[in-house]
Nanobody
Framework: QVQLVESGGGLVQPGGSLTLSCVGS????????MTWYRQAPGKERELVAL???????KYGDSMKGRFTISRDNAKNTVYLQMNSLKPEDTAVYYC????????????WGQGTQVTVSS
């Protein structure tokens, strides 16, 4: 079955940390750009972090220095380590896999809720 499954979300206090995981199955994970997006209520979806098959990395501006994306192709997993969390980081976090080879191949996970609150 071709799918992405996120985990690791939850409730955390401001200043705390969480690590999200996204496991892919049914496709050649190592060939895909893996991206974390997030969407807060009433706001547009925004890019959190991207990691390419060659480990090139891009972060959204508000995440730089606080979030770290990594991937383990042997485990078909991409991680998002989030530190110094703020209430404005509260959102549903989605995992995305994307590859272009003559056409676009794209998968989305179901999302995992992250709530930063005291």
């Amino acid at each position: 079955q071709v799918q992405l499954v996120e985990s690791g979300g939850g409730l955390v206090q401001p200043g705390g940390s969480l690590t999200l995981s996204c496991v892919g199955s049914g496709f050649t994970f190592s060939n895909y750009d893996m991206t974390w997006y997030r969407q807060a209520p009433g706001k547009e979806r925004e890019l959190v972090a991207l990691i390419s098959p060659g480990d090139s990395i891009k972060y959204g501006d508000s995440m730089k220095g606080r979030f770290t994306i990594s991937r383990d192709n042997a485990k078909n997993t991409v991680y998002l380590q989030m530190n110094s969390l703020k209430p404005e980081d509260t959102a549903v976090y989605y995992c995305n896999a994307r590859m272009f080879a003559f056409r676009l191949y794209e998968l989305w996970g179901q999302g995992t809720q992250v709530t930063v609150s005291s």
